[in-house]
């Protein structure tokens, strides 16, 4: 009897055990999505108080004697703090005219404006991306009156877009979206069998530019 009676409770408890650990799971999974509620929660009031926070340091600053330039210096800075930009982008321009670029040539656009990501080499043209996505591209090629030239945007070796300008200081705009993987390479050049008519042009008046920014 002993014997029967040891061996009915292990079947016993055999049976039981996974109905025990299912219950465990489960509440497991209810404390898990209680504990992601009150993140979420905190980090709203975290946010709500740090929004509070530069509200009241902003109307002191008002209130202060500080000049009028001053606080608007201030106010801007109070409302961008602990608000970093994150992406990638990047603008750069030529600093002066390309005299005769001819055929397969790299331009080089040498003054940066915008590089968010330090994606962009002023010193080479290329924009080498930081990492995979959906990226948008823009460039802008000013020719100079009565000459023409194509220009092709291009992504490792392959022509992804091509513009044309031609005749009356004429500035063309390309424009281009496509899927990057990181480390690829994109930059502007002139066209590989047609070499192209005298300068292209950047001044004041009018820049040849290139620029580009991850959508997503």
């Known amino acids: 009897m002993k014997s029967l ?38 980090k709203e009031e975290v946010r709500s108080l740090k929004t509070d926070n530069r509200q009241i340091l902003i109307q002191l600053a008002l209130m202060s004697g500080a000049t009028r330039g001053n606080r608007h210096v ?11 930009i994150d992406g990638i982008g990047f603008y750069a321009y030529m600093s002066k005219d ?3 670029p001819r ?13 968010l990501g330090n994606g962009y080499n002023r010193n080479t043209g290329v924009f080498t991306a930081p990492r995979d996505g959906l990226y948008s591209f823009t460039w802008s090629t000013r020719v100079q009156c009565s000459l023409a030239h194509t220009t092709d945007l291009i992504i490792n070796e392959r022509i992804m877009g091509s513009t044309y300008a031609y005749c009356g200081y004429n500035t ?17 050049r002139t066209h590989s069998t047609s070499p192209g008519q005298g300068a292209i042009k950047s001044n004041e008046f009018g820049r040849s530019a290139f620029s580009g920014f991850l959508i997503q």
């Open 172 to 188: 063309v705009t390309g424009h281009v979206v496509a899927i990057v993987n990181q480390g690829d390479v994109i930059f502007v």
């Open 5 to 42: 009676f040891l061996l009915l409770s292990i079947v016993s408890a055999s049976i039981s055990e996974p109905a025990d650990l299912e219950s465990r799971l489960q509440v497991l999974e209810v404390t898990l999505k209680k504990q992601e509620i009150e993140n979420r929660e905190l």
């Open 103 to 115: 055929g397969h040539h790299t331009l080089i656009y040498d003054v940066t404006q915008t590089n």
């Open 74 to 84: 201030l106010t801007q800075r109070l409302l961008h703090q602990d608000s970093p």
């Open 98 to 100: 390309e005299p005769d």
